[in-house]
């Protein structure tokens, strides 16, 4: 029989392996979303139906995704996707998920750095 303890450390596991599968998911589709960017591309804001074909692999989700991260961080914006694979990663391991205050300021500080540095 299972006890309350072994109960709770199950449900929180199971918790962490979902939030490790979406934050994969999320950065496979950046990185797509990145990888397939064309300025040429309209988005989801835009109301115009042409006859070009999308070269974003994700669509018109992708292009505003795309445009949205690269209007804010540039170039560093291929950081991303790393980062929340290797977060993802992260949940997967037993025990907690290991983010701190600053390794989340590290990680923002060397993406602005970044930036700075690719503008």
């Known amino acids: 029989?299972?006890?309350?303890?072994?109960?709770?450390?199950g449900a929180l596991e199971t918790r962490?392996?979902?939030?490790?599968?979406?934050?994969?998911?999320?950065?496979?589709?950046?990185?797509l979303s990145l990888l397939s960017y064309s300025p040429r591309d309209t988005g989801l804001l835009e109301g115009a139906v042409d006859a070009e074909p999308?070269?974003?692999f994700v669509g018109k989700v992708g292009v505003s995704l795309s445009r949205g991260v690269f209007g804010?961080?540039?170039g560093a914006a291929y950081l991303l996707p790393v980062a929340l694979g290797i977060l993802g990663g992260r949940c997967f391991r037993r025990g907690e998920i290991g983010l701190t205050l600053r390794s989340a300021a590290g990680f923002t500080s060397l993406l602005l750095f970044l930036a700075t540095l690719l503008a």
Do not use: P
């Open 1 to 9: 029989m299972a006890t309350a303890g072994t109960t709770k450390r």
């Open 16 to 31: 962490h392996e979902i939030v490790g599968v979406i934050l994969i998911t999320l950065a496979l589709l950046l990185l």
């Open 54 to 56: 999308q070269n974003n």
């Open 72 to 74: 804010l961080v540039g």
